[in-house]
């Protein structure tokens, strides 16, 4: 078998001749019992040692030491992979240390070919009547002038190809993703001003196959149950592709629309979307993750009905659009991605583009816009990154230690908007479930509980004594997150049916539960590592509150951190059976804000940066140390961490300028998750921190109030994976937050164990005063005195260390003296 190159793009070719890609997961590596023990224990997947065969560098190895056979290693990022003489059975694997996989990453990215772009596909005409060579794209002909082959298939691939189709309409719930592209192919896509020649729609169907089909093909990252349809969008609209599987087949079909598909006419949005919305309403079943890509280069061409209400045309279009997205979003909430793509210069108008992008956020799913000026690789950029949003979304929907994706519940969505005004009202409507308090079976907390030795246990507790209340909970949803829904939840007096009590939220699992989870104790078993996290990352936040209350100049008006408590309720109904409510305080969710996430994202510093940037290195080389120093331990020795309290090395210890520095609010959650690492000695980090800031009505201090948090642990000990839930991601979590970290002044402050000069323990006292006047609160009189008090002690305690250094130094100097 040889291969031939597609521009740059490897494709394996059978001695027929014809083409075919074998696929990550299908190459062969037979396991044996010591190498699956050394994968254990290295956490290193099979999935780890088939790309190593595949992508990875070939090199002899060591020979048996006692047969003398031939060893082959095959070395892919710090993965290595050692083999038996055939390639095919595992001898051993193992990881680089950092320094060693930095070396394998430059090599590999050294030796890779470049990925061909947009121009290396333009081919030029060589007639000799003309004097100089000028590329064909110049005529606005369908992909004329551009080089692109389609891909050679065999009966075999075609037998699959018409199985899968033929399986995937008549069983929907097998479909694990469905993509509907619209492509603007209004007459404006016919211009020829695309860098490197070609038309605008040449260059949206070329890297459209390139860039999401055949990239993800090559990969092994989709199979033929990822369904993919293209809506053509002019002033009719067409169904290009229906609902055809993943596979080269779709590849050549869309070769065959950049040879074939000539633009004309307007651009209608709004024919063009429903015709989208039909296609993804064609397979509702939950366990399918939808993306919807609308892509133009200009505003909708629509004429907007009579009787705007006095909105211009442009206004309307924009309102009109807004809904039909909503409509989508309502339904599918965050399976669905919405992502919007103008392809045009600056002067562009791509308002209602935009207006798309954002509505999903308001239901709960995912939207992005992306402007790519008229650059066939931004372009490109774009397509790859809805191809990774679909594959998030897939992971999401994966159950944890499976490969199937679960289904998840069909419930309407709404705003948080419409939560707040369902929070207002006073009584129960159509709108809501009711249970009677002779269908509340229990209500019980998830508690902390002193045992010997100091040691705390945690068990359930009964909360309510008898049922003299009923409960009720919204229909619709107004928040979801990757494993719960969350709708408003009152308590109700059985006799009035008039609301009761505080404005609270019920949080559910997002997916079907299983028939066999019906039980109450199985409803609280799912909710328990729910439970569980948010308690101990309460148990952090008291620490940490208590060490930022020993800052110089600390006062009331520095936020705190707080976890909201939660319950469990389990109520019965006569259709649905059992069900378990996770239930806590409702905040408002207009001012909901999430200051970190579980995968290094960070409010207002962008997103955490892709495992390879574009013209770099992976992010592993430039923090190489980070993951070094993620130390393992066993859970005696973590024990003792969290008894003995917040331990400091001396070699952490930093040092604070004299002159005054600012902290911003928002640095105080960062600083919080870095806490949390350094005070489990880097076994623990709580990160995903959600929630509002706001002043407690009864203690009348300013706190973050959290929620729905995240903790990830790290350990050798085997069955620690995942010990606090799904979310959970162990190493892989904490390295994605250490490499977008970035220590600000409160960070250092919160590891010293205190001053060392007066002017330090000033500049201490000015930088926590900073941080005080930045919620415009006036300092009392009783603030200034605490102020000072603290400057006072602060001073002292430095003059105390300084006197201690000096006696120090005397009594080494009189012992040289002795000596002497």
């Keep these: 078998m040889g291969s031939v190159t597609n521009k740059g793009v490897p494709v394996s070719v059978s001695r027929d001749g014809v083409g075919y890609v074998k696929r990550t997961k299908d190459v062969t590596v037979l396991s044996s019992f010591h190498g699956r023990l050394r994968r254990v224990e290295r956490e290193i997947e099979k999935i780890d ?107 075999e691939m075609t037998a699959e190809h018409m199985h899968a189709r033929s399986r995937n309409l008549s069983r929907k719930e097998e479909w694990t993703s469905h993509t509907v592209v619209v492509v603007d192919q209004s007459g404006s896509m016919r211009k020829t001003d695309v860098p490197g020649g070609g038309t605008r729609s040449d260059a949206v169907w070329l890297k459209l196959a390139v860039d999401f089909v055949e990239a993800r093909l090559t990969s092994g990252e989709v199979k033929d149950t990822d369904v993919f349809s293209i809506v053509s969008m002019n002033s009719t609209s067409t169904v290009l592709v229906d609902r055809q599987p993943m596979d080269w087949f779709l590849y050549n079909s869309i070769i065959e629309l950049l040879r074939s598909e000539i633009p004309k006419d307007n651009g209608n949005y709004l024919p063009a979307l429903q015709k989208a919305e039909e296609l993804l309403l064609s397979n509702t079943h939950g366990r399918c993750a939808l993306a919807l890509l609308f892509l133009s280069d200009g505003k909708p061409s629509d004429d907007p009905p009579r009787g705007s209400g006095g909105l211009t045309s442009s206004e309307k279009m924009d309102q009109m659009m807004a809904l039909q997205i909503d409509t989508l979003a309502a339904r599918f909430g965050r399976r669905l991605t919405v992502s919007t793509i103008g392809f045009a210069g600056p002067e562009e108008d791509f308002r209602v583009l935009k207006t798309m992008a954002s509505r999903p956020k308001e239901f709960g799913g995912r939207g992005i816009f992306q402007a790519t000026s008229l650059d066939p690789e931004a372009l490109g950029l774009a397509f790859s990154s809805l191809a990774s949003s679909l594959t998030t979304t897939r992971t999401e929907l994966t159950a944890l230690g499976g490969s199937s994706q679960r289904p998840v519940r069909d419930v309407r969505r709404e705003t948080p908007s419409a939560a707040i005004a369902a929070k207002n009202e006073k009584c129960l409507s159509a709108d809501w479930f009711y249970y009677a308090p002779q269908y509340v079976s229990s209500c019980e907390k998830w508690e902390a509980i002193p045992h010997a030795k ?9 909360q309510i004594e008898g049922n003299h209340l009923g409960v009720a909970m919204r229909k619709t949803v107004f928040g979801e997150g990757a494993e719960r829904m969350v709708s408003v939840f009152r308590l109700v007096d059985p006799e009035t049916l008039m609301f009761v009590g505080p404005e609270m939220v019920a949080k559910q699992s997002r997916f079907i539960v299983s028939k066999g989870d019906t039980e109450g104790e199985d409803l609280k078993r799912f909710h328990q590592s729910f439970c569980a996290t948010q308690t101990k990352a309460q148990e952090f936040a008291e620490k940490f509150n208590k060490k930022l209350a020993t800052l110089p100049g600390f006062n009331h008006t520095i936020p705190l951190i707080s976890f909201l408590e939660c319950f469990v309720y389990v109520v019965w109904d006569e259709l649905m059976g059992k069900s378990g409510l996770l239930v806590e305080k409702m905040v408002d969710p207009l001012k ?202 602060a001073k002292k305690k430095a003059r105390a260390a300084r006197s201690k250094a000096l006696a120090r130094a005397e009594a080494e100097a009189d012992a040289s003296r002795d000596v002497l």
């Design 454 to 462: 100091g040691n705390l246990r945690h068990k359930w507790t009964a």
């Design 592 to 793: 909901y804000t999430k200051w970190n996430d579980n995968c290094g994202h960070v409010e207002g510093q962008g997103a955490a940066p892709s495992d390879l940037e574009p013209g770099g290195h992976p992010p592993f080389l430039h923090n190489h140390h980070a993951l070094n120093m993620i130390e393992e331990c066993d859970d005696e020795e973590e024990l003792f961490v969290e008894e003995s309290g917040y331990e400091e090395d001396n070699d952490d210890e930093v040092m604070l300028n004299n002159q005054q520095t600012i902290i911003n609010v928002a640095d105080i959650p960062q600083a919080f998750s870095h806490f949390t690492y350094r005070l489990t000695k880097r076994k623990k980090l709580v990160c995903d921190l959600q929630g509002v800031l706001t002043t407690d009505e009864v203690q009348h201090k300013n706190m973050f109030r959290l929620t729905d948090p995240v903790i990830h642990h790290h350990s050798s000990i085997k069955g620690s994976k995942n010990k606090y839930g799904r979310t959970d991601r162990g190493k892989k979590g904490m390295y994605d937050f250490i490499k977008t970290h970035k220590c600000t002044d409160l960070c250092h402050m919160l590891k010293r164990k205190g001053p060392t000069s007066v002017d330090e323990a000033e500049a201490e006292c000015a930088t926590v005063q900073a941080l005080a006047d930045q919620l415009n609160m006036v300092p009392t009189e009783a603030t200034a005195k605490a102020t000072a008090k603290a400057t006072a002690r």
């Design 49 to 155: 040692l088939q790309a190593a065969v595949k992508y990875g560098k070939k090199e002899l190895a060591r020979p048996d030491a006692r047969t003398g056979a031939a060893r082959y290693k095959f070395t892919h990022g710090p993965v290595v992979f050692v083999t038996d003489s055939t390639c095919k059975e595992e001898i051993t694997s193992y990881v680089l240390s950092a320094p060693e996989a930095e070396e394998v990453a430059f090599a590999e990215l050294d030796g890779a070919p470049d990925k061909p772009t947009f121009a290396d596909y333009v081919v030029f005409d060589t007639d000799s009547k003309r004097k100089k060579q000028k590329p064909i794209t110049s005529r606005p002909t369908p992909g004329a002038g551009l080089d692109v082959h389609v891909v050679n298939t065999t009966r």
